[in-house]
């Protein structure tokens, strides 16, 4: 009988952006380990394909490049404490 182990990725993990390799924490593919040795730690790391992704998927959610949902055109009415009295 053969037993197979799964390997799942961890749950924060996203797919062709942030994921381990080798046991190494990779960003789009580049080892995390190799930036600290290059660039020191502590190091901030973004990555601009799942920036612009974001982006996108936004406004495709929005309607498209460029739209704004109304909700975010309203200005909410609100009245100062002189103007209750």
Known sequence: MSTKIATLSPAWS????LEV???HLTVNG???????????SPLFVFSEGRIRDNISRLQRAAG???A????ATTQPTTQTST???
């Open 14 to 17: 996203i797919p062709g952006y």
């Open 21 to 23: 390799r080798d046991d």
């Open 30 to 40: 580049v080892d995390t380990i190799e930036l600290v040795k290059e660039f020191n």
């Open 64 to 66: 498209g490049p460029g």
């Open 68 to 71: 704004v949902p109304e909700s």
């Open 83 to 85: 103007e209750q009295r």
